[in-house]
């Protein structure tokens, strides 16, 4: 019989490695049978694949034996997000799932024992893997990690964290960096897997230096307005798998539900016949999801115009009101201009230009756009229309949601599949578009 040493100490591993291949003839070892355990292995590699191989030469140099070694799960997230959107709520909810095949140890800087464990009963989250630590030191954290060795730590929030050898106070700039540099030795070194929390800034990127989006594995960010009922999920960057993919859920008394169906989400509550709306298609990752655009011009009272934008950048606003009156020639310049995305999605697609421009131009001329028309389309500056990337995918959700009409640039190619029921209205221009509308 072969014999296979396996550079582990964890005897759980042990047993699903032989689980796994009984019955090959095979005996497999580990470090502990071996005698190998106090071996010192120094795993400085930057991948998974590196760090096995140093483990499995390491042993296999000591013995001159067949080694197997891994070196999965180590990894670090990072979950931003506003104070009150509910991060806490959704790492709580996923630490009931993560309970189930794994130790769990949640360390909260902002909350006590107490608070978390009627935060927990009204989530109905209830396990013996769960372990809570109410701690702000870095020292005592990681204390208490060496003494409980948790597969996976969950930090809330890095803002409350603090290294005692520095000078500065918890939250700041120097701090965030280095307690978060700390964790990351900790899920390379130690094989734990490492969540940490942290609040976002006014402009709603993460609190703290932006290297921190590049030291982490995965940044995920909670999007929302915490006085309404729904939440994104957003992916901003993985290193195992897809980015700008979202995931949307509810606020409900008992935790975060999540929503199969996010267009129609969005749509819900849409005012029928009411001018300044209108609906288009975005590309969330590889979902097509249907967003409102509602947007509101009014007699303006200041000598500049107010310029307001929520979920619409700025920036682009600004250029389609100016698209709008030069091209369109329509006198929006004297106008106060809100324009607001419904449900707390962000769109940052040029896709949704057209929509923008229709939306702008129905409140302006007091013209309602037809509950049944949708529109897609990226607006350049001479006015002219282009095309979208994945234009059939946005046209089969805009008809799969009932709509009956959408107006596309014509600059599409040959190859645009035309779903059955759907009407598509082509236009080159501003111009033409604002035409549509006026005979809608």
């Known amino acids: 019989m072969k014999k296979i040493i396996v550079a582990t100490g964890n005897e759980g591993k042990m047993d699903e490695i032989r689980q796994i291949l009984q ?9 502990k049978d071996e005698n190998l355990q106090d071996v010192e292995i120094i795993e400085n590699g930057s991948t998974f694949e590196e760090n096995a191989i140093i483990k499995a030469r390491t042993i296999s140099d000591l013995t001159g034996q067949m080694v197997l070694a891994d070196d999965s799960g ?3 997230d990072w979950l931003g997000g506003e104070p009150g959107i509910g991060k806490s709520t959704l790492m709580l909810q996923i630490c009931s799932q993560l309970c189930r095949f794994a130790k769990v140890l949640y360390v909260s800087g902002e909350e006590s024992p107490h608070q978390l464990k009627m935060r927990a009963e009204r989530l109905k989250v209830a396990s013996g893997n769960l372990y809570v630590l109410s701690e702000t030191c870095l020292g005592d954290v990681l204390e208490c990690v060496s003494e409980e060795a948790p597969d996976i730590l969950i930090v809330d929030s890095i803002q409350t ?32 897997t490492v969540f940490v929390i942290g609040h976002v800034n006014k402009e709603g990127s993460i609190a703290g230096p932006k290297v921190l989006e590049h030291m982490v594995d995965c940044v995920l960010y909670f999007e929302g307005d915490q006085h309404m009922t729904y939440r994104i999920l957003r992916a901003a960057k993985n290193r ?25 989400m969005l749509l819900s509550g849409r005012p029928a016949d009411a001018p300044g709306t209108c609906v288009t298609c975005v590309m969330e990752g590889a979902r097509p999801v249907l967003a409102e655009i509602q947007a509101l011009l009014a007699s303006s009272s200041y000598p500049t115009p107010r310029r307001t934008s929520n979920g619409f950048d700025y920036n682009r606003a600004a250029m389609l009101l100016a ?11 004297q106008c106060d201009a809100y324009l607001n995305i419904i ?14 421009i229709l939306a702008l131009a129905s409140s302006y001329l007091d013209k309602p756009i037809g509950a049944q028309v949708a529109a897609i389309g990226e607006v350049g500056l001479t006015g002219e229309l282009r095309n979208v990337n994945n234009l059939s995918q ?22 645009l599949g035309r779903p059955d029921g759907l009407k598509l209205t082509e236009v080159q221009n501003v111009g033409e578009a604002l035409r549509v509308l006026a005979r809608s």
């Open 23 to 31: 019955g090959e003839n095979i005996q497999f070892v580990s470090l």
């Open 161 to 192: 964290l603090y290294n005692e050898e520095l000078d500065s106070p918890a939250g700041s700039v120097s701090q965030v960096k280095d307690c978060t540099m700390t964790l990351m030795q900790l899920a390379k070194g130690q094989g734990v």
């Open 240 to 264: 195992f798998g897809a980015t700008n993919e979202i995931g949307v859920f509810e606020m409900e008394n008992d935790g975060l539900i999540e929503v199969e169906n996010p267009s129609e």
């Open 343 to 356: 449900g707390g999605l962000t769109l940052d697609e040029p896709a949704a230009d057209l929509a923008a």
């Open 394 to 415: 946005r046209l089969s959700e805009v008809r799969r949601l009932g709509f009956t009409e959408c107006i596309i640039p014509k600059q599409h190619g040959n190859r």
């Open 323 to 333: 698209v709008l009156e030069k091209r369109g020639q329509l006198k929006v310049s």
């Open 74 to 76: 180590l990894e670090i």
